[in-house]
């Protein structure tokens, strides 16, 4: 059957891409879960990482490919036969998968990277296809740095790389400094220069170093691209990557102008965008596009009268496209399991009997601390009820004294599942820094705290207010989040959470830690 030539294909890279920029990374269950809910929100190809990275990338390319159907699932690799053979191991489980190798083109990366002139690259970047298709049907090629290649040298590449055998060639703009109309004329030279570039499809792939990625992208695919390489949120190297939400958003609300599809399941970008930034700890901008808490909010008087005549008076999208519900009061403690299920699933999340009982459980007990529930603090139940690394230790009571001017004093009670049952007592600077203490005392683990946040979830002086902490352990980094309207419970409960992973993941080197933090045995990707 021939490609319909209106639909535009997504091509997801928040688990490489947007993974292995700082604080970003997961853990393998975390990237599980974010791959299924890729599969749901209907994206067309999932980038589950870059296999020859690490043991741990490797472990999780391998799982994504075993456990996610749906979308076609990708793994990166340089032109080199050890990182194409890895990932070819990783993804054959896969029912549909695609290789991805790339080669820097660029004049910078020729002289300065790689030493290595232009037949060089036109020959390796030709048997490295070669290599992949052997191993896989579906390879896409990237030129690195392609948008500050030369033109005439681009496509001597983009037309070898597609008579090796690759089936989608990528046109990165690595380092965000493209602009759209320049970047729209370099697609425009390809399709015009390039003998055989019917026999590929054009993808895009932009960073946001100048806040263009997204405009970029949409120009590329109005001069032919028929793949967008995104991630959820925008997150990435540096200042990140395409927005997924915004990029798919801004092709359904102009849909006359660009004529063009997508198969995202748009009313899913929400609750996708939420649990990703949940994962990562990286919050969502109020005055995000498309899925900021602001982004269908009205404050003025006169766009409120406007939108209470016709709410098209000032909006061009309605939130419930994208997934977000309009009712922001809603549950309270008199509200039954069955008001309280209703309310998770409009917001887009399932759960199991087993897991909406505990965080049913947890709602009730907020609910009778807090005068009013919103859809905030009914997601942020959701979200780190799913999340968090259960156990062994659990807080059982955590007791303050703090005056201005004096040193704080903390008494924290533990239980580990073993059945200990722990307390300890600690001074501080203030009350965080006590328990701290206290908790790194009664646990025995001490770690270094490299970052520190406090925000609230939602509006109110009840509001909860979210800890997350980052911390290292023995080489490697850790990061505990929790919720409360105590922020020092808050703070202490994120701890725990990195200590709990601590201890997992002595137990199985993978299960909690996130990455090494000494150097990574192979350079990753852009
Ligand atoms: O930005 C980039 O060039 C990349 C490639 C590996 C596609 O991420
Ligand atoms: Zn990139």
């Known amino acids: 059957m021939a490609p319909n030539p209106d639909r535009v294909l997504i091509f997801d890279t928040t688990l490489r891409d947007g993974e292995q920029s700082p604080g970003c990374s997961m853990t393998q269950p975390e990237k599980l879960r974010v791959a299924r809910a890729l599969a749901e929100l209907g994206v067309d190809i999932i980038e589950a990482g870059f296999p020859a990275a690490s043991r741990g990338d490797w472990d999780a390319v391998n799982a994504v490919a075993r456990e996610v159907s749906g979308p076609i699932i990708c793994g990166l690799a340089r032109c080199a036969r050890e990182d194409i053979e890895l990932a070819a191991k990783a993804l054959r489980e896969a029912p549909r998968h695609r290789i991805h190798v790339f ?143 915004e990029v798919v958003m801004a092709l359904k609300t102009r849909a006359q102008f660009f004529n063009l599809s997508t198969g995202v399941t748009t009313n899913r970008l929400y609750p996708t965008s939420r649990l990703v930034a949940s994962i990562t700890g990286q919050p969502i901008p109020r005055n995000k596009a498309v899925i900021g808490e602001n982004a269908f909010a009205h404050e003025a008087g006169i766009h409120q009268h406007g939108m209470l005549k016709h709410h098209s008076t000032y909006e061009i999208m309605r939130p419930e496209d994208v997934g977000l519900s309009r009712s922001s009061l809603v549950l309270g403690k008199h509200s039954g399991r069955h008001a309280f299920r209703e309310r998770v699933r409009e917001l887009g999340f399932e759960l199991d009997d087993l897991e909406l009982n505990r965080v049913f459980e947890e709602f009730k007990a907020l609910a009778d601390r807090k005068k009013e529930l919103f859809d905030g603090d009914i997601e942020a139940l959701v979200l780190r009820a799913a999340g968090s690394a259960h156990g062994p230790w659990s807080l059982q009571t955590l007791d303050i004294a703090a005056r201005s001017g004096t040193q704080a004093t903390a008494t924290v009670k533990l239980q580990h599942a073993d059945g200990r049952v722990v307390e300890r007592q600690a001074d501080g600077d203030g009350p965080v820094d006590a328990t701290y203490k206290a908790i790194e005392q009664a646990t025995g683990i001490a770690v270094t705290v490299r970052k520190f946040e406090v925000h609230a979830v939602t509006i109110g002086e009840d509001a909860q207010g979210e800890a997350v902490v980052y911390a290292e352990f023995g080489g490697r980094s850790y990061r505990g989040a929790s919720i409360s309207t105590n922020i020092i419970e808050a703070s202490g409960k994120a701890l725990l959470e990195v200590i709990n992973r601590i201890e997992l993941s002595q137990k199985s080197p993978r299960a909690g830690a996130e990455r090494r933090t000494d150097p990574q045995p192979v350079i990753r990707g852009n």
Do not use: W
Not at 132 to 160: G, I, K, M, N
């Open 103 to 245: 080669l820097a083109t660029s004049a910078i990366h020729r002289q300065y990277k790689l030493n290595m002139a232009q037949d060089e690259i036109i020959r390796r970047a030709v048997e490295s296809v070669k290599m992949a298709r052997d191993l896989c049907e579906d390879v896409e090629f990237s030129p690195e740095d392609a948008s500050r290649t030369e033109l005439d040298f681009l496509a001597q590449v983009v037309e070898a790389v597609i008579d090796a055998g690759a089936s989608t060639v990528n046109i990165p703009d690595t380092v965000g400094y493209t602009v759209p109309d320049e970047f729209g004329e370099l697609f425009r030279y390809l399709r015009k220069n390039v003998r055989n570039i019917d026999k590929a499809r054009l993808s895009v792939h932009c960073h946001d170093d100048l806040g263009m990625a997204v405009a970029n992208s949409l120009t590329a695919v109005v001069a032919g691209a028929r793949q967008i390489e995104c991630t959820i949120n925008g997150i990435g190297e540096r200042a990140g990557n395409c927005s997924l939400e």
